[in-house]
């Protein structure tokens, strides 16, 4: 160690020495640093005290940061995972950890968070959940894997030297045959249809309605997915309507949640018809008022139609009809259940929804499915009778 006398400007001496720490781990550069002590011996000792506190510091410069529990742990991963999520989900998932991970790891010592504790409320989950309690999260699988993934990014951060989650059993999900998808029956459909065709559709606000429920019905949209439509999306010629965004609940447009959101939907001849019959009424409206609008779903009010006020006014159109409450997308439901049920590829259809996998196509529409199941058998002897 070559320490060298300095003599300070009040005349006082000390003695200082560089010191070689090793190789930076985050960096992978060579590390040192200066220390200084009033005696030789006194620069010995810093010396080695920066060298443990090097080591200490996982062979790293920067310190860790100071994170002791799981609430803080969950604070530190989440400025960096919610800038990888769209709006939507940022909320939802916010609540999520809010309402269901933090109550019950948020207090913990992370070095006495062990996987028999979270074994033990994993399967509290599920119990809750597969009993139907109120207020039990549904998805206990999904809990799961975000304490996970919590976790394991306090792995990657070297605050935690494993990831206790990872060895966890998730109990199997038991069948809730009370739990459907929410969809209109043909006699529903025609009694919702026949209720629409009743309405004074010269009153702009009842005919922006009917054009909307129609536009859900033919095409299996997302309500959100809607209300972002410009007519630049709306190729009525062709009979395309292009869906590349979607509204947000903060009123903002954004790309849909995947890639396979991305999409083409071809749409029936009554229905672009009406997408023209609407277009013009929209502009005449819009001259009226003095505007020029390039939205589909516009209220003119504000650019963007608010779901939420559009909700209300659907439940009373449901409620003046006599047929179920299914909600915005139980449109969506039934524009996939018609088409199921008229024989379209499960392939097909998975694009049409923008599914990004075809399990959760067929694993949302089994109802319908296994009704096409039961049309094989007729297929079956159609083709041997034709041979």
Known sequence: MNITEYKKKNGTIVYRTSVYLGVDRLTGKKARTTVTASTKKGVKVKARQVQLEFEKNGHCVKEKPAITTYRELVALW?????????????????????????????????????????????????????????????????????????????????????????????????????????????????????????????????????????????????????LALEWSDIDLDSGTISVTKTLNRYQETNTPKSESGLRDIEIDKATVLLLKQYKKRQQAQAWKLGRSVSIVFTPFTTKYAYACLLRKRLQKHFKAAGVPDISFHGFRHTHATIMLYAGIEAKDLQYRLGHSNIAMTLNTYVHATREGAKKAVSIFEAAISNL
């Open 78 to 226: 989440w400025e960096s995972y919610k800038n990888t999520i769209k709006p939507n989900s940022q909320q939802s998932m916010e609540g999520i950890v809010r309402l269901h991970i933090l109550p019950v790891f948020g207090d913990y010592k992370l070095d006495r968070l062990s996987t028999p504790i979270i074994q033990q409320q994993v399967n509290k989950w599920a119990d809750n959940a597969n009993r139907g309690v109120k207020g039990a999260y549904a998805n206990y699988s999904f809990l799961n894997n975000i304490n996970r993934r919590i976790l394991q990014y306090g792995v990657t951060m070297q605050l935690l030297q494993h990831n206790p989650a990872r060895d966890v059993i998730v109990p199997r999900k038991q069948q809730n045959k009370g739990q459907k998808v929410k969809f209109f029956s043909n006699q529903e459909l025609k009694q919702f249809l026949d209720y629409l065709d009743s309405l004074d559709q010269s009153n702009y606000g009842d005919f922006f309605d009917y054009v909307l429920y129609k536009t859900l019905l033919a095409t299996g949209c997302r309500i959100g997915e809607a």
